[in-house]
């Protein structure tokens, strides 16, 4: 099991959703900061979030040394990071993360098993820009694909002070709480209906197997946002073949996908019997790890915002579930994910912002009454059954609710 990191990572600033790119842009601190609350909460402030196709002007090449401005280049490609060891103060930096690949890549900033933040689908020969708080200490990096050797980033102590007011952070305890109680309630039914999956991914019963992989992985899409703070779980049980440098043939590759490619396209399981094992092992794990995690405030309130980007800048195209077409399905338990979230926080945002909270419940309404159309008796329609129209009908009301979910954190005061 990995190891359970005990500080608090949390995510600072409000998500925004750039939609040319469909990247996640978010701003992450990392810090261990605790009140005597039902949760120990986690919070650092930071700068809002941006995002731009080139480095800053005079950006000079990825030498390791800070920019005229204060920034600092890096760049991923298929084998490593340009480059793979950087020192930066500690508080705000901004990274300019130029893909240097032919493929859609990402680059992650990570602490023991912890995620502390990423740019995710970053386009081939473009760069993002990623704003991040981050605390003394030894940090690695996630260079491009999975399988690439990670990177060496070192904080030095600049004298930043965390300034976050923990009295202002007690009133979320409820709502974290009973957000807790529901990843738990989702992680047990996962575990529980992955064993079905696997059983039969084993047995070799296809039909069986393919009939349950949806209605397993929607526990999964649910919490994703929680799923995704644990960097070594997360790529094994969710990763696609887009991540590994051979693609679907690379040893590497496991997790739900690598066995929805058996099911649907090998059309035989004899391939993927270790991957099952393997898959029941880590979502047991996960399970264990979210017990244990104590749930940072602006990580769940942004959680919101992530699940509705993820869909809005990757999934729409149908690039998750791109073997066995159960796309709807994914987006289905994304929407609830993140409807739970604003549900639980409903009092406080409407206090802060009535406005912001009536757009977003109108966009939640008219895309939950656009995938209703595509409900069958069990399940949804193959995603590829519908029209370029379809797509763009449900395709307007995920952007919106995306921009709107990414106010949430300031919202809350949470930058």
Not at 76 to 89: G, I, K, Q, S, Y
Not at 104 to 127: C, F, Q, T, Y
Request: glycine share 6%; hydrophobic share 40%.
């Amino acid at each position: 099991m990995p190891h359970r990191l005990r500080p608090h990572f949390t995510e600072c600033g409000h998500s925004t959703f750039n939609h040319e790119k469909g990247n996640k842009m978010k701003t992450t601190p990392f810090t261990a900061l605790s009140i005597s609350v039902l949760l120990a909460l986690g919070l650092t402030a930071c700068q809002p979030p941006e995002a731009e196709k080139t480095a800053s002007s005079g950006a000079a090449a990825n030498s390791g040394q800070a920019n005229a401005d204060g920034s600092f280049n890096i760049a991923v490609n298929d084998t490593a990071c340009d480059p793979m060891e950087l020192t930066v103060p500690s508080g705000q930096n901004v990274f300019h993360i130029k893909n240097d690949s032919a493929r859609k890549l990402e680059w992650e900033i990570l602490k023991g098993v912890m995620v502390v933040d990423e740019r995710e689908n970053i386009a081939p020969g473009l760069s993002d820009k990623m704003t991040v708080t981050l605390l003394p200490g030894e940090y690695e990096m996630a260079c491009g694909l999975l399988t690439n050797p990670r990177g060496k980033l070192t904080v030095t102590d600049s004298g930043y002070q965390d300034t976050t007011n923990e009295a202002d952070l007690e009133k979320l305890a409820q709502p974290l709480a009973d957000y807790k109680t529901y990843v738990q309630a989702e992680a047990r039914d996962l575990v529980a209906k992955t064993k079905d999956f696997t059983a039969a991914v084993k047995a070799g019963d296809i039909e069986k197997a393919k009939a349950l992989f949806a209605p397993t992985r929607y526990h999964y899409e649910r919490i994703e946002p929680i799923a995704e703070l644990f960097n070594e779980l997360d790529p094994a049980i969710d990763a696609r073949a887009d991540d590994f440098k051979d693609m679907e043939k690379d040893p590497a590759f496991t997790g739900f996908h690598r066995i929805e490619y058996a099911l649907w396209v090998e059309k035989d399981t004899k391939a993927v019997q270790q991957t099952a094992d393997k898959l029941m092992a880590d979502v047991e794990k996960l399970q264990a790890e979210i017990d244990a995690l104590n749930f940072p405030p602006s990580k769940v309130v942004g959680g919101a915002a992530v699940l509705i980007e993820e869909v809005a800048g990757s999934k729409i195209s149908g690039e998750e579930d791109r073997y066995s077409r159960t796309d709807l399905s994914d987006f289905q338990a994304n929407i609830e994910g993140a409807q739970k979230i604003v549900d639980l926080f409903r009092p406080m945002i409407a206090e802060k912002n009535q406005a912001l909270l009536d757009k977003a419940d109108a966009n939640f309404k008219q895309v939950n009454d656009t995938l209703a159309k595509y409900k069958t008796a069990d399940g949804f329609e193959p995603y590829d059954k519908l029209s370029e129209a379809d797509r763009k009908a449900l395709q307007a009301p995920i952007n919106a609710l995306a921009e709107e979910l990414g106010q949430l954190r300031g919202t809350l005061g949470l930058n």
